[in-house]
């Protein structure tokens, strides 16, 4: 079955550093999606992304889909305290929705 | 806004018995899911429907069932629990036209000692 990689599964970082998250699969995805899961939250969707080599930026946060449609990352700026959270990639591919393994994101202030 | 409603946050139950998780969305969606989610496995699906009556295996279906006799309400049922069916267990819909966003429940926590 499809399987969605994501790396790191957990980074510490000061507060004030960047921080990056990467998804890799094995197949070429149609799209991918990602989510934010706050500490005792359940996830949340962030953003979609469907064309090669597409980026999106939403404040801080900027993600990418690799031109071959088989990677994405999602790199965020100057972290924050609110920015602590499980970073979950996933994509669609026979009506099922799967998941990465997540990022757990933790800030050092 | 969506809102997906799980009937439980916290659950303790004792190996063997049949345990019961609700979910209701109040959004008209047509397709409603079930995961399951560990530490370092990420979210790995469970059961899936696209329609009342209507179910599908996910990635890890042994020792669980589903029902959904109405659109908006999607239930797991396990039939007799195990020690390793303890886990957090989050209820998802999505609207029409299938590859879309998910919306998530709060989850509900299983013990199962």
């Known amino acids: 079955g499809q399987q969605v990689m994501q790396i790191p599964q957990y980074q510490h970082v000061q507060e004030g550093e960047d921080f990056t998250t990467y998804c890799n699969s094995s197949?070429?995805?149609?799209?991918i999606q990602w989510y934010k899961q706050r500490p005792g939250g359940h996830p949340v969707f962030l953003i979609q992304l469907v064309k090669s080599g597409e980026v999106k930026k939403q404040k801080r946060l900027t993600f990418q889909f690799g031109e071959a449609k088989k990677n994405s990352s999602l790199h965020i700026t100057a972290t924050q305290t609110t920015d602590v959270g499980t970073y979950f990639c996933a994509a669609w591919k026979n009506e099922k929705l799967t998941f990465g393994t997540g990022t757990r994101l933790t800030i050092i202030p | 806004d969506v809102k997906v409603t799980q009937s439980s946050r916290y659950l303790v139950k004792r190996t063997g018995e049949k345990v019961f998780l609700e979910c209701v969305q109040d959004m008209d969606h047509e397709n409603m899911f079930w995961y399951r989610q560990d530490p370092g496995l990420g979210l790995r699906l469970i059961y899936f429907s696209y329609d009342v009556k209507m179910k599908e295996k996910g990635d890890i279906p042994e020792g669980y069932s589903v029902s959904r006799e109405k659109k908006e309400r999607f239930s797991l049922i396990l039939e007799s629990a195990s020690t390793n069916q303890t886990s957090m267990y989050l209820c998802?819909?999505?609207?029409?036209?299938?590859?879309?966003?998910?919306?998530f429940g709060a989850g509900t926590r299983l013990s199962v000692l």
């Open positions: 197949t070429t995805l149609s799209n």
């Open positions: 998802a819909s999505t609207p029409t036209g299938r590859q879309n966003i998910q919306y």
